[in-house]
């Protein structure tokens, strides 16, 4: 019964009515702001190493060497479309279509991800909806240089089948290894997808802790097939750069960049210091030789050594860094003010919706609250951006317009109790 009210057509319709709206709103905002970036970003570069030499190599510019700065499946989109269009302004903006469209098909997914976490399918399309008409997250979800967008398909994908898996309380094998695939491939997109999904699984073995045995089943299942996902890109990494790297290679670069006496929490801030060559190989072509020289590997182990060292020697300072991380996480400083507002009230409102989930005792609220607790965990401790939090946003929008929906909708029956009351005080004061 559930399988066919989630395919019934007042759920489908809204939903594809949204993915054309918001593909259309970003297409056009696309033509009238038209921007590139200075210097294509380490994705691209990959991409563009991919498409002309077919080799994961050049992250920070020709001729450094093979890389996994990047985990692989969007460096490969991009490649494929660059092959395609060219490495020329064709090949950029058709990287930009295809982040745009993933923008639009997340928020079309809404109404689905409503119903299939209990929520009214209304708030789902009036989130969809919003988000369509609403990007006020506007770079990340058009550029496509980073994979923001598309972990944002990922995720709302993943919370869907959760959902399901959750609501037919079968904790199968065949659900493991759906789950454990789609997860690994994710990671391979983003491994920020990882803490995710050992929250829910934590979510699931509590509510069902009276049958371990079933949930060892879908663990065991799920881990098998997420590990089985990602281990050709680690066995890759093993024989090019010598380590067994399941995602991506930078994360100890992004913590010394992020934790150091020069740049600050705002990425985006921190980018146009010209502090930011001394440590980071994008930009810095001191240590650009140094990853030429050292191999990419070496230079990461290096970094590890100097973010630790810091941080040791500098508690208070990376707590002080890590408490801003924190509130420029949930309240980004934008571009323009009005974005900023935005921004604030999405999360303002989002959260509050997440609060009436749990009033209400609705068992979804501890998925979406495992998603609000362990996605954004490991950008607390490292520099942060406006894009970072663009794969959690489609929840804020859902939780927003569910509080939204709810509080009108209760207002609406008051109004309807309190018209029926004077109707009948007027009648009886009428009677003779």
């Known amino acids: 019964m559930q399988d066919k009210l989630f395919g019934h057509r007042r759920i489908i319709i809204p939903a594809t009515v949204v993915f054309f709206l918001g593909l259309a709103v970003r297409l056009l905002l696309l033509v009238l702001l038209h921007t590139e970036p200075e210097a294509p970003p380490e994705p691209v570069k990959i991409a563009i190493s991919l498409a002309t030499t077919g080799k994961y190599a050049d992250a920070y510019g020709t001729g450094v ?55 009214n399918p ?52 065949r659900e493991g290894v759906i789950l454990g695939t789609a997860a690994g491939l994710g990671s391979l997109l983003n491994p920020a997808i990882l803490p995710v999904l050992a929250a829910w699984l934590i979510t699931i073995a509590v509510e069902n802790r009276r049958r371990a045995r079933q949930v060892l089943l879908l663990w065991g299942a799920c881990a098998a097939c997420l590990i089985w996902t990602l281990t050709p890109w680690a066995v890759r990494n093993l024989r090019v750069l010598g380590s067994l790297i399941w995602t991506r290679s930078n994360f100890w670069l992004e913590m010394h960049v992020s934790n150091n006496d020069w740049l600050t929490a705002d990425e985006e801030r921190n980018e146009r210091m010209p502090e930011f060559a001394l440590v980071h190989p994008y930009l810095g072509a001191v240590e650009k030789a140094k990853v030429k020289k050292l191999g990419e590997v070496a230079y990461m182990r290096l970094k590890r050594r100097e973010a630790i060292a810091w941080v040791g020697g500098h508690k208070r300072k990376f707590l002080v860094l890590t408490a801003e991380r924190v509130r420029l996480f949930w309240l980004p400083r934008m571009t323009r003010p009005l974005q900023t507002l935005l921004e604030a009230l999405l999360t303002i409102l989002g959260l509050g919706g997440l609060v009436l989930l749990f009033r209400q005792r609705a068992r979804s609220a501890w998925l979406f609250a495992g998603i609000f607790v362990a996605y954004p965990a490991v950008y607390y401790i490292i520099q942060v951006s406006p894009r970072y939090r663009l794969p959690i946003e489609p929840f804020l929008f859902l939780l927003a317009a569910h509080l939204v929906w709810t509080f009108t909708a209760n207002s609406r029956v008051q109004l309807r109790e309190r018209h029926a009351r004077n109707v009948e005080a007027f009648s009886g004061a009428s009677t003779p």
């Open 65 to 119: 060497g093979p890389t996994a700065h990047c985990a692989p499946l969007h460096p490969l989109l991009l490649s494929g479309l660059l092959r395609i269009f060219g490495t020329n302004e064709a090949g950029r903006f058709s990287i930009k279509v295809a982040a745009s469209t993933g923008s639009a098909l997340v928020f079309a997914l809404l109404p689905l991800l409503a119903f299939a976490s209990g929520l």
């Open 122 to 173: 209304i708030a789902g399309v009036l989130a969809g909806a919003a988000g369509a008409v609403l990007p006020f997250n506007f770079w990340p979800q058009t550029s496509g240089v980073f994979d923001a967008p598309f972990t944002a398909v990922v995720l709302v994908g993943l919370c869907i089948l959760v959902c399901r898996i959750w609501a037919r309380g079968t904790l199968t094998m």
